[in-house]
């Protein structure tokens, strides 16, 4: 009787910030534990605009 999944979706704002919420949710399967999707949860702790195709790792000159 797991309740992991109780509710079950992502909890991630389809809305743009600017807007007034409309309640729309993403709604995937959350991860374990998490409030989000797996996509939605790598969102929440980046900045939103470090988007992955921008992201180019640099060597560190040691
Ligand atoms: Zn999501």
Same mark, same amino acid.
């Given at each position: ?5 109780? %509710? %079950? %979706? +992502? ?6 910030h600017? @807007? ?5 949710? +993403?709604?995937?399967? /959350? &991860?374990? %534990? &998490?409030?989000? +999707? =797996? &996509?939605?949860? @790598? /969102?929440?702790? /980046? ?6 195709? =921008? ?5 560190? @000159? @040691?």
């Amino acid at each position: 009787m797991s309740e992991k999944h109780v %509710g %079950g %979706g +992502c909890l991630w704002p389809m809305w743009p910030h600017s @807007a007034t919420p409309n309640h729309e949710y +993403c709604g995937k399967k /959350r &991860q374990d %534990g &998490q409030s989000y +999707c =797996t &996509q939605h949860y @790598a /969102r929440s702790i /980046r900045n939103p605009e470090d988007l992955p195709e =921008t992201f180019v790792p640099r060597k560190i @000159a @040691a």
